[in-house]
């Protein structure tokens, strides 16, 4: 598969999933346009190596998904760049647990710009250009929490039941544009972020390492395996091949069997 006359565009991707997909991306041939929070120079190093590993162009944009504004400035930046977006990742996204009595209001609020609003502004500022070409790629990254609950979840929850429903939505509009919309659904992903939890969790409830992996983390994952940034990296790149043009509209689980329960 090569995406060498394409440009991708994925949110979030400075750490974890969307930096994987960026590169499976990259790997492919496609220019692209990584953003995200953290440090400049781990960005910086991300970014560069991104052009380094793969010979194409990278563009690091700092917006922030929770603005509507920035998310419209940077889809035009990347078509002004590069000429096109071609395939979006809205992946973005961060979570908050909380019971629902004392879940702060702006937290709420941040999930729902955050992981879901910033779809459709994305969405709203990328698909006039894919039209235009007649071809065009939506993935969202959505999560088991798109098909089941867990408590204290709440927003998080639901705005990944909401991206869910964008993305039959789009999906129908675009259905006559060779522009499919998509979202995956991974279950626990083994990332950085992941793996920095478990020393807190064996101290705190007296567990071992496996003990936390097992009973705690992967209690709803019968395969009792993470599932890798890379293997949903991997069905992104297949969702944009001419394979795939045929699926559209669907929610893809990757959840080592959590929602057939
Ligand atoms: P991560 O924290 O490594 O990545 C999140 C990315 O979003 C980072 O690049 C971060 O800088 C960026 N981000 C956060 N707030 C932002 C903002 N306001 N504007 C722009 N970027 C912002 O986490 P991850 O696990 O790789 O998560 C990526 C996506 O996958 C999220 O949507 C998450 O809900 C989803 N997901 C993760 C898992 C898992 O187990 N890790 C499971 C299911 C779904």
Redesign the pocket.
């Known amino acids: 598969m090569s995406f060498k006359s394409k440009t991708a565009l994925v949110?979030?991707?400075?750490?974890?999933?969307?930096l994987a997909i960026a590169r499976a991306f990259a790997a492919e041939g496609a220019n692209i346009v990584i953003?995200?929070?953290?440090k400049p120079e781990q960005i910086e190093t991300a970014r560069t190596a991104i052009e380094s590993d793969f010979g194409v162009r990278a563009h690091y944009s700092a917006?922030?998904?929770?603005k509507a504004d920035q998310i419209q400035a940077m889809v035009k930046e990347a078509e002004g760049m590069f000429g096109s977006v071609d395939i979006l990742v809205n992946?973005?996204?961060?979570?908050f647990v909380s019971p629902i009595e004392e879940f702060p209001g702006e937290k709420w609020d941040q999930i729902i710009a955050?992981?879901l609003s910033s779809a459709f502004h994305t969405m709203k500022a990328a698909v006039p250009g894919m039209k235009a070409r007649g071809w065009g790629r939506i993935i969202n990254?959505a999560?088991?929490h798109s098909l089941v609950a867990s408590p204290y979840k709440s927003a998080y929850v639901a705005a990944k039941h909401g991206i869910a429903g964008l993305t039959k939505t789009a999906a129908l509009e675009l259905a006559q544009h060779k522009i499919t919309v998509n979202c995956i659904s991974?279950?626990?992903?083994w990332?950085p972020?992941?793996e920095a939890q478990i020393p807190d969790t064996m101290k705190a409830r007296g567990l071992t390492k496996e003990q936390v992996i097992d009973d705690v983390m992967l209690k709803a994952q019968p395969t009792k395996e993470f599932v890798t940034v890379e293997q949903v990296a991997a069905l992104a790149v297949f969702l944009c091949s001419d394979s795939a043009s045929q699926m559209t509209g669907a929610n893809l689980s990757m959840d080592g069997g959590w929602t057939a329960q």
Do not use: C, E, K, R
């Open positions: 949110t979030g991707s400075t750490s974890g999933i969307g953003n995200g929070f953290g917006a922030d998904m929770s992946n973005a996204g961060i979570q955050i992981n990254t999560s088991a991974p279950g626990y992903v990332t972020l992941v």
